[in-house]
């Protein structure tokens, strides 16, 4: 059982480069959703999405992008990385709202 | 004031102790409420969902105080590897009474179990 894959598990990048972070689950669940932890932080949620095509803002887009174009994949774009994004990002899915969320095993990305 | 708000702890208890830890809400139509237990540097895992007054599993209670707009967890015998952040979950509901998707946790209470 996959569950929630994340694509990279660890990244460096320099000042002002690009990447995508990669999400898929393979549950049919309609939300989705990015986060970011700091060390000793709490999760702070980046973008969701409730379906495909359906995407919102969390509590901290500036410096994302994301889009859904199919149930499985939710990827997370980070344009211009700044150091101020390095973090660890966790992708999440639940079939419904109040249902358990599953996550995936993380991405540890520091931005030199 | 926060959707979902934790004391952050630490909570530095002997083995065998029971702790509880409290999660205040603000939107009292909220009917739905989760555990999460976080590892360090891992991903965060379900605990315990409550749906009603409460749940019990084994050693972990969660009691929902709908009155005060708070849930708590408990753990009685405290275990080497109950240690751990332990994140509580609301989801946010709309005027229509479910939820738009914004699914936010709190801050996480850390908890370390000392032999």
């Known amino acids: 059982n996959a569950g929630v894959t994340q694509t990279p598990k660890f990244r460096i990048l320099k000042i002002g480069q690009s990447m995508t972070l990669q999400c898929a689950q393979d549950m049919n669940h309609n939300y989705m959703y990015w986060y970011r932890q700091d060390p000793g932080m709490g999760l702070k949620l980046i973008y969701y999405s409730v379906g495909a095509g359906i995407t919102d803002k969390g509590e901290v887009p500036n410096g994302y992008n994301v889009s859904r174009s199919t149930t499985e994949d939710f990827p997370l774009r980070l344009e211009l990385a700044a150091p101020s994004q390095t973090s660890v990002y966790f992708c999440a899915s639940n079939g419904q709202w109040n249902t358990e969320a599953f996550f995936g095993q993380g991405t540890r990305l520091t931005v030199v | 004031r926060k959707e979902v708000e934790q004391d952050p702890g630490p909570f530095n208890v002997p083995e065998g102790a029971t702790v509880a830890f409290n999660c205040t809400y603000s939107?009292?139509?909220?009917?739905?409420f989760f555990w999460y237990r976080q590892d360090c540097r891992k991903e965060p895992k379900l605990l315990m969902s409550?749906?009603?007054s409460g749940n019990e599993d084994g050693r972990f209670t969660a009691q929902l105080n709908r009155a005060s707009q708070y849930i708590s967890l408990l753990i009685r015998d405290s275990k080497l590897s109950d240690s751990a952040t332990y994140l509580c979950?609301?989801?946010?509901?709309?005027?229509?009474?479910?939820?738009?998707?914004?699914?936010?946790f709190g801050q996480g209470t850390i908890l370390t179990v000392h032999p």
């Open positions: 939107n009292s139509a909220s009917q739905s």
């Open positions: 409550v749906y009603s």
């Open positions: 979950v609301v989801p946010p509901l709309n005027a229509g009474g479910t939820s738009y998707g914004k699914l936010t």
